[in-house]
């Protein structure tokens, strides 16, 4: 039987997937190398006298109106700020996306950021998977095939990382990765199939996502999308 992930392990482990890219990620460019990211603050109510483009596709209260596009409300202030410059610097690819942020300034970026990140997040389901193969690859990962838990950089209830600020590990850039809980199905799987086929390389941390994807099968991506889901 597979041991569960201890919780004060999973900043640990994150860390040294991090630390394990080293000189392999730096040799494939353009991306962005978050290890070294600070957090990034704004103006939230700035940010909200600037997002009526936004909530056509992520709501105006940063729940997504389609099942393709992500939840924002509730992110990482950074996470988001990230990826609107990796969009505006074309390292990110969308035909949607690219247009809406090319105008875009850094202060835009930061108080749009701050503001989606204000926004309570989507309330958790009534009911939770706890037995399905979603839940043992998101909470314990599968070894032998070369898949981490994904708590270890996503939370435990998927609404972020909370680091042990005592230990003495290396940390990554927290900050830059994603909650996951609620993020509709179709969003997930359609992120995970992007990992798994090499065409999401945007950044170090996407590195580090080709890397568990390439070890997914179909089956695992649906069921982890459809647990993420359940959240």
């Known amino acids: 039987m597979t041991r569960p992930l201890r919780r004060h392990h999973a900043p640990f482990l994150a860390a040294l997937a991090c630390a394990a890219l080293g000189v392999a990620v730096a040799a494939n460019a353009p991306f962005e190398d978050l290890r070294s990211q600070p957090p990034i603050h704004g103006d939230a109510a700035a940010g909200a006298a600037k997002a009526a483009t936004c909530a056509a596709c992520h709501g105006a209260d940063g729940i997504a109106i389609a099942p393709t596009f992500p939840n924002l409300a509730g992110q990482s202030a950074t996470y988001l700020y990230v990826q609107l410059r990796e969009f505006r610097n074309d390292t990110r690819v969308s035909a949607v996306m690219q247009p809406l942020v090319a105008d875009l ?127």
Do not use: E
């Open 105 to 231: 300034g850094d202060q835009d970026m930061r108080d749009l950021a701050a503001h989606f990140a204000s926004l309570p997040g989507k309330p958790a389901a009534a009911v939770q998977q706890t037995s399905s193969r979603g839940y043992a690859l998101y909470h314990d990962g599968d070894p032998g095939a070369g898949v981490p838990a994904c708590q270890g950089c996503h939370g435990v209830d998927g609404r972020g990382p909370r680091p042990d600020i005592t230990s003495t590990a290396p940390h990554p850039a927290w900050s830059t990765f994603p909650a996951l809980a609620g993020q509709d199905t179709l969003y997930v799987l359609a992120q995970l199939q992007a990992y798994h086929a090499g065409t999401r390389a945007d950044s170090s941390n996407d590195k580090v996502m080709q890397g568990v994807a390439q070890n997914l099968s179909d089956a695992d991506m649906q069921a982890l999308a459809d647990y993420i889901s359940s959240q």
